[in-house]
């Protein structure tokens, strides 16, 4: 596999196997959207990705993934990434809920993440999520050769933060391919004295905004893993893994 500034470029090939780890996950993600409501515990919703998991003969890529216990993060309000699915957690009306995982393939990853409203959501609520998601097709249309990794960046950032919402600093998009996590980081902000990498046909990245009702601040709960607002404001999350080819981007997680 060939690279470019320490990132991998993937052939057609190898761009086909993400494709179908990647629409296997797009599956799953749409069945657990399909049974989000009020009443469910979000244990529930990890029983559904081991047992789809197995159906496909995919290998859940979160589940010890440095000790990460589960095949799923479920996160819900103002917990932003990397929460523990529960038996004892039940989803409630106006609650959001953000799903966010992945499949090996044949020695490939797939990675995706969506954030759904329980019942009805507040306005903010659904205004957060439709920012986030909005954020993400944003970042994607500047996925494309000769342009710079920054521009996704800071595409997004000024999306984001022209609603007066917060973009979570600590965690960031990344490569993705034969490895779960490649190089390059991709920051939902342009960071500041950094020159970013340029963009060539065959990286294949996961880009994926975190913002925030409130600001950029973050937690970590007592598990290690569970990250959450510092000031309780509720937090969304959306994902896609995105080829960059010679025809602009191609999203690979849908299920299409």
Not at 71 to 79: I, T
Not at 100 to 113: I, L, N, P, R, T
Not at 159 to 188: A, D, M, Q, T
Not at 204 to 226: F, K, Q, R, S, Y
Request: hydrophobic share 35%; glycine share 10%; charged share 25%.
């Amino acid at each position: 596999m060939k690279k470019f500034r320490g990132v991998f470029l993937k052939n057609d090939k190898e761009i086909g196997l993400m494709r179908e780890a990647n629409r296997i996950v797009s599956r799953i993600l749409d069945e657990l959207g399909e049974n989000v409501r009020p009443g469910v515990s979000t244990m529930y919703f990890e029983d559904i990705c081991r047992a789809r998991c197995d159906e496909y003969g995919v290998r859940p890529n979160f589940l010890g993934y440095q000790g990460f216990p589960f095949a799923l993060c479920c996160s819900v309000n103002e917990e932003i990434v990397h929460g523990f699915p529960s038996k004892e957690r039940i989803l409630e009306e106006g609650d959001i809920v953000s799903f966010d995982m992945g499949v090996e393939y044949k020695g490939f990853h797939g990675d995706s993440a969506r954030t759904f409203g329980v019942g009805k959501v507040s306005d903010e609520a659904q205004k957060l999520m439709d920012v986030t998601r909005e954020s993400l097709y944003i970042g994607i249309e500047q996925a494309r050769p000769g342009n710079n990794l920054y521009d996704i960046s800071a595409a997004i950032q000024s999306y984001v933060e022209g609603f007066g919402l917060g973009i979570v600093r600590r965690f960031v998009g990344h490569g993705i391919g034969s490895h779960l996590h490649e190089k390059p980081e991709i920051p939902n902000f342009v960071p500041r004295g950094l020159s970013g990498v340029p963009l060539k046909a065959g990286m294949v990245l996961a880009i994926e905004p975190m913002v925030t009702l409130g600001t950029h601040e973050v937690e970590v709960l007592d598990d290690n893993w569970t990250a959450v607002t510092k000031d309780g404001s509720l937090s969304a999350h959306f994902e896609h893994s995105v080829a960059v080819t010679s025809d602009g981007p191609r999203i690979l997680s849908l299920s299409d």
